[in-house]
Structures are given as C-alpha cells and as structure tokens.
C-alpha cells in the first residue's frame, strides 16, 4: 500500500470500497457527518446491544479518573524495561493504572485475547460466573462501576466494557512508545517526548485508517464515490504524503517545532478535529511518562536488532522488539 499509493487521492482497494488519502477529502468526509456506532471502535455495538453515548462518556470519565491517579503516582526509582516490546510496556501499564484491580478483571487486558473473539468471551464468561464477585469499593473507577453489575449478563457486559476501556489505552501507549524506541532510541537530549510522540504518530500510526460506511452525505462531495462505497481514510498514507511534508520517510521529530498537529493538512491520528479520539489526553501522558523513565535510565533497542515486524492489522504497531539498557 505505501509503495503503490503514498500520493494518491481516490483509489479503489474492493469492489465496495474506495480509499482516500487526499488530505481535502479526508477533511470534507469526516466533516460530513458523525462516526455511527459500528464506526465508533471502542463504543460499537457489544453483544448485540448499542452503547449508548452516555454510557460511553461515564465510562470514558471513569478511566480517565484512573489514569489522572496513576499519573499522579511519583515516578519508579527503577522499572525493568528490559525484554521484548511492546509486551512490557503493555502489562506496565496495565498495572500502574489497573494493578489495583481485581485479577478477572485484569485478565480482560491480557494480551492473549486478541488472538480471537473466542477465547476473549470464553475468559469474560468465566468471570462474571466465577464466585466471589468483587465489592463497588474495590480498584479502580472502572473497576468500581464493573462491579456494580448484578445479574450473570451484566457482569457479562460489564466486564466485555472493562476491557473494550482499558485494553485499547495499554495497547495503544505500548504501540506508540514501543514505535518510537524503534524509530528514534536513543534519542538526542534535546528533543522533547511530545515531538518524539507527535513525529512517531506520524511514521507509524497507531490508528492507520478510518472506516466511514457508505452514505448519501459522501456521494456529493466527490462524483468518484459510488452510493455503495464505503470508504476507507488512511492516515497511514497521508502521513508520508511528500505534498505535505518535508522528507515524509524520515524520523525528524525536530520537524514538530513548527508545525502544529492540530492543523497541518493530512495528519490524523486522533482523528478528525469534529470527533477526537476519545483517549488522546490519556495516552499522550501516559506515553510522555514511560519515556521519562525509558531516557532516564538509559534504555534503547538492542544494536544488534535491525529488522523488525509491522502487522497491518487493526492497531499499527512494531512488534518483537528487543528492548536492552
């Protein structure tokens, strides 16, 4: 994909669908309309049931508790980053912000869950049917509106709710962090976390598309869009759009000194300005903060490591990376 239309505008991936890297376009979609919930990653439809935006914000209000408190928390004399990337900074996370929880829940955020829907639903089953539910008084905000619920189902959904919150916020600050060690370890003094981050975003996009179904508001903004084509946004290309950006293949985080992310054309990875990502001012510090401690201590990819993979599947990320002080 990068090789064959890093540059295009409108081109056709299926017969049902059209992707768009045209950094316009891209704004005049995302514009169009509202994300509906089978678009809405974290907040589509769970068991068949919607969730509803109120239940989304309460549920994004309690995280975002958690995660103030965990920042709040004074930084480690020494972490053991060592080890392969970005499982260790995956469970890092999960327990400075979740470690206080009780474990069915905790297990929600393992990262053997994403092998497939299955073996997820057979470890929500077991807990919400497990004995011994926890107390509302126990863990975190999340933790403590989990276990409010009461019937078998509702623990059911809630725990499916708990991970659908927590698990993205670990996998998404491993992938960025674990991408910026690799693009850019060790990093230069002089650079600051947030242009490593904002440059890293950039090179390795943690959400590298956006899906908008096929819609009647589209359809008028551009006569290559068929009624029936659902269209598929791709940061992933315009980030590396040489129209937009000066020498796109390489990491300059120097770059984000003058320029400003919430505004420069084509550059998405929270998402449109209408509809923000609804955890960027969580993994952003959260990220920042794991940095903090990685520079301190002097941790980089190991020199003897020169190729690493990147699975194109729904989270962007470098994987098996061997981390070393």
């Known amino acids: 994909m990068l090789q064959k239309h890093v540059g295009s505008g ?12 045209d950094p316009v376009l891209m704004d005049e979609v995302l514009g169009a309309r509202s994300a509906t919930e089978f678009e809405r990653p974290t907040f589509k439809p769970l068991t068949g049931r919607s969730i509803p935006r109120g239940e989304a914000s309460a549920l994004m209000q309690a995280v975002g508790q958690d995660v103030r408190v965990a920042l709040r928390t004074p930084m480690e004399e020494r972490v053991d980053f060592s080890g392969q990337w970005p499982q260790v900074g995956h469970y890092y996370l999960r327990d400075l912000v979740f470690g206080g929880d009780p474990r069915r829940m905790t297990a929600m955020v393992h990262r053997s869950l994403e092998l497939t829907p299955k073996l997820t639903w057979a470890v929500v089953a077991a ?84 899906l908008r179904r096929a819609s009647p508001e589209f359809t008028a903004l ?68 794991m940095l903090d401690l990685l520079r301190r201590d002097g941790y980089a990819v190991s020199a003897q490591q020169t190729k690493a993979h990147v699975p194109l599947a729904g989270l962007l990320e470098v994987v098996d990376v061997r981390v070393r002080r």
């Not at 081109?11 to 669908?17: P, S, V």
Request: aromatic share 10%.
């Open 222 to 289: 551009d006569d290559r869009f068929g009624a029936a084509d659902d269209l598929l946004l791709l940061p992933l290309l315009s980030h590396r759009d040489p129209a937009l950006w000066e020498a796109p293949a390489e990491f300059r985080p120097q770059r984000w000194r003058d320029l400003d992310p919430d505004t420069h054309p084509g550059y998405l990875p929270f998402g449109h300005s209408n509809e923000r990502c609804w955890g960027r001012h969580m993994v952003m510090p959260l990220a920042s903060r």
């Open 10 to 21: 409108v081109f056709r991936l299926e017969k049902d669908t059209l992707g768009v890297a």
């Open 127 to 210: 807990g919400a049917g497990l004995p011994g539910w926890p107390s509302v008084d126990t863990g975190s905000a999340l933790a403590r509106r989990t276990a409010a619920a009461s019937t078998y189902e509702d623990r059911r959904r809630a725990l499916g709710l708990y991970r659908r919150v927590a698990a993205p916020i670990c996998f998404t600050v491993a992938a960025m962090v674990t991408g910026a060690l690799w693009l850019g370890s060790p990093f230069d003094d002089e650079v600051s976390n947030e242009h490593i981050l904002l440059e890293t975003l950039r090179l390795l996009p943690v959400s590298w598309n956006l």
